[in-house]
Structure formats: C-alpha cells, structure tokens
C-alpha cells in the first residue's frame, strides 16, 4: 500500500514581512502606553505636591514691614506724639507703642502729672544706665526681636528694670545665666540682688560654690571684688567646696581681706598669697598694755568680723603647722581659739572613755552646721586615693575613686604611723557631692548621696559615682 506524505508548507516573503512589522507594530504600542503611563503617574504627583504645597500654611516674617517700623517710627521718630528725654539725648516716640510698658501706661493714664506733657524728662539715677542701654531698650517697644551683647546685659536688665518689661527682662537674665564665668560672676550677682532676680542670683550663688577656693585664689582681681555680704554667706553655706581641708577656707579670707585692704595690690597669685601672710605677721604686736593685738579686734576689720565668724574654726586645728599659722597670723584672736580648744579636747575626753560613740540621728540643719568639708579634684580619670592629714579624733579614712566608684576605708593600724583610736566602731555621718563643670566652670551635673556611716576597722562603704571627671566633695561629721 501506498502512503500519506506530507511537506511543510514554507510561508511566501510577503507573508513573513507581515508578522514581522505586526510584532514590531505591537512593542512600539506597547512602549508608547508605557510612557504615556509614567508621563500620568508623574504628572498626578507633581500635581500632588502642588496641591500639597499651597494648602500648607506660610509663615514668613515681613522684615521689611517690622524694619519699616523700626526705621521710621523709632529712629526717625515721624508721627511721634511725645518726646522722651534722658541722661541728656532725646527720642521722640509714640505712646501707642510705649503703653506696652506698665511703667508708660501708667504715666499716660492720667495718674502722673507729666503724663500730659509732649516733653517728660526721665531722671536716670541708676548707674548702670547709660545712654546706649536706653537706646536698645526703648527700641525693643518697635520690633520683635533684640539683639544685646553680653558686655551690654547689664544695663539692658537696669533699662528693662526700670520700665518693667518683663519679657525683655527675662531675654537678659538667659543671655546673663548662660555667661556666668569668672569675668561676670560677681557683676552679675550683684545685678540679680538690685533687680530682683532670683533665680539668677542662685545661679551665680552655685557658680561660686563650686569655684571659690579652686580657682579664685589665682585670680586676686576678681577674688577683690566679693563684697563682705556675699563671702560671709558663701564661707557659711554647707555646700561650698572647700578644697583640701577647712584650713583651706582660712587662707583664702586672709589673701581676700589683704586685697581688699590693699586696692591697689596687682601681684602674681602666689606671690599675693605670700605678701599676705607676711602683712597680718608684721601686724602682731604687743598693744600700749602689753597685751598681742589681733587683726579681728580692730577697727578695720569690722566689716570683715561676720565672714571669719562663718569659719569652722574647730576643724581648723587638726594639724599642727595649721593651728601654728592661726596662731602666729594674730588675725583671730585669743579668746575665740580658746573657747574651740576647750570644745575639742572634751570631745576627745568623750571619745577616748566611750561615751561619744559618734553622731546619731542628726538633724540636716545640725549637720550642715557641724560638717566637716573636705574636697577633690579629679582631672584625669583612674585610680584616685587620698587621705586628709591631721588627726581627726584618731578616724583615719581613706578615700579611693576608681572606675567610677567611690570607696571610704577605714585603715589598720599598720597603714599609717599615726595616733589611731582603737575602738572597734564609730558612727560617722556623711554626704557626698559629685560635680562636673563645663567650660566656663559652670554646673553640667551634680549628684548627692546622703546617709548615715558605721564604720568597721576594715571597710566602710562604696559609693557608685557615674562621671570620670568631676570634683567630689565630702561632708563628714565624726
């Protein structure tokens, strides 16, 4: 039988051209709905963040207009309705923009009889005012914002005072706690007394508790310009840092009232010190009755007899080249050593026969009237150990900081040649205080830790700081 056979059928060149240009036709179609695609997708976002951007409010603060104001109204004083005379210069204003002063808007209620007058004379007694701060001051009644130099702070405060603005008072006591240094400190408090600023003066208060016997005594010209009032109250406070020992408190009153005694006095600070020491060594003799004359009972000294009653003289007397120079200085007298040295030694009687076992449930007042304080300070980080030298009622505590922590040991014995009592225990009270500073020497952190101490002979307490580089401060009550 025959069979089927069949041959594939090759299509013409015509037929193959056809397929062709209808694949080529179809990606073209396609690429072109692609693009048109994207091109509408792109389009409905721009046209997305149009609508976006003009339905979000503007704000945006005519500079022009507020300059316009500033120009014109203040500084060529047009349209003024009233000329406001001071310290001889004259401005001509506008009661509209002045009655934003309490102080204005009273004068122009019709209360004050020069509140009708175009002229009104202003009489500036504050010294702190100047002509310059007057400018500053009633300008700010013609724009929102101001700006004040540092070295200017103070008498914007005292033009601002003195008109009672309020918000320009407050724009100066930032500008003024955000400087305080050695430079402005003392100015600065002074100015926070006079103006009513509290908040200010407690930071300036801090400033120079933390500053004063650490880096005041290097610089006697500032150190010259703490009034009595305010050393008095610095040298009182329980949370001065005293650096070293309380004797360290004695030193610096006795380089402070020699430089006030001497204004002009403009030596080294070491050399400060030591001119110091000689002058009140050279004052000690022998009165017309034959009788030492002391620096305290004299006629000068009256204005410094509150300070060096705020000492803690007890804790002045604990090492014998201390109490050599109270004693040889004739700056205190006689009879206010006597009286500590009477209170000492019965508080070593007590100790010795066991009847004085330490301080219990102190009150805080009687603690920080009582403390003793002793400071630090660590530079560098690492291992730190110290102990204060003198006899502190035969407790001879060791102070380690290491890897942020802070150790009170009580040593053996055989740790230090010394008089040791040989009591099994001893209540001591304690605080501490950890302080870091910034720059300007100003409080970046301040941590206190509060207790009550047992001591044993061996170990005492750990206590856990956590900045590497700060001054420690220790308050201790035996």
């Not at 179609?29 to 792109?42: C, I, L, T």
């Not at 003009?54 to 014109?72: C, E, G």
């Not at 908040?199 to 150190?223: F, G, H, Q, V």
């Not at 009270?429 to 207790?451: A, E, G, P």
Request: proline fraction near 4%; include cysteine.
């Amino acid at each position: 039988m025959g069979g089927l056979t069949s041959k594939p059928v090759q299509p013409s060149p015509g037929e193959l051209r056809g397929v062709g240009e209808s694949s080529e036709l179809e990606d073209i179609q396609f690429r072109v709905e692609v693009r048109k695609r994207k091109r509408k997708r792109s389009e409905d976002i721009e046209k997305e963040e149009l609508d976006r951007l003009l339905s979000t409010p503007k704000k945006k603060i005519l500079k022009t207009t507020s300059q316009y104001i500033f120009d014109n109204l203040f500084q060529d004083g047009k349209d003024s309705d009233v000329t406001l005379t001071a310290l001889g210069t004259s401005w001509k204003l506008h009661k509209l923009y002045l009655c934003q002063s309490a102080y204005f808007a009273s004068m122009f209620s019709g209360r004050w009889t020069d509140g009708s007058k175009e002229t009104i004379n202003i009489q500036i007694d504050d010294p702190n005012i100047n002509i310059n701060s007057l400018h500053i001051t009633l300008g700010s009644f013609y724009r929102d914002d101001v700006t004040i130099e540092p070295s200017d702070v103070v008498s914007v405060l005292a033009a601002a005072s003195l008109f009672q603005l309020d918000g320009l008072i407050s724009q100066c006591i930032v500008i003024m706690d955000e400087t305080i240094n050695i430079q402005t400190v003392v100015q600065y408090h002074d100015s926070s007394v006079r103006y009513g600023c509290v908040e200010l003066t407690k930071s300036c208060i801090n400033w120079l508790l933390a500053n004063l016997l650490s880096i005041m005594p290097d610089n006697p010209l500032r150190l010259r310009e703490i009034p009595p009032s305010l050393m008095g109250q610095l040298i009182g406070s329980p949370h001065l840092f005293v650096i070293q020992t309380e004797f360290s408190v004695y030193v610096l009153l006795r380089l402070w009232v020699y430089l006030k005694l001497h204004p002009a006095c403009d030596t080294e600070p070491r050399e400060s010190v030591n001119e110091s020491h000689k002058y009140f060594r050279s004052m000690a003799t022998s009165g017309k009755n034959g009788r030492t004359e002391y620096f305290l009972d004299s006629e000068s000294a009256k204005p410094y007899l509150a300070v060096f009653r705020n000492m803690r003289i007890v804790h002045m007397i604990n090492h014998h080249l201390d109490l050599e120079s109270l004693v040889s200085d004739r700056i205190i007298p006689n009879s206010w050593l006597s009286s500590v040295f009477y209170t000492r030694w019965m508080s070593l009687l007590r100790i010795d026969s066991g009847i004085d076992k330490g301080p219990s449930n102190l009150s805080e007042e009687t603690f920080n009237r009582e403390c003793y304080r002793c400071g630090r300070i660590l530079q560098v980080d690492g291992q730190h150990m110290w102990r204060w030298t003198g006899f502190n009622s035969g407790m001879d505590l060791i102070i380690t900081y290491e890897n942020y922590r802070l150790t009170l040991k009580r040593s053996g014995l055989s740790d230090h040649e010394a008089l040791l009592s040989n009591h099994g225990s001893r209540n001591i009270s304690y605080r501490v205080t950890v302080l870091s500073l910034n720059d300007q020497k100003q409080r970046i952190y301040v941590k206190f830790y509060c207790t009550v101490l047992y001591c044993t002979v061996v170990y005492c307490t750990v206590l856990q700081c956590h900045v590497p580089y700060c001054t420690v401060l220790i308050y201790i009550v035996e």
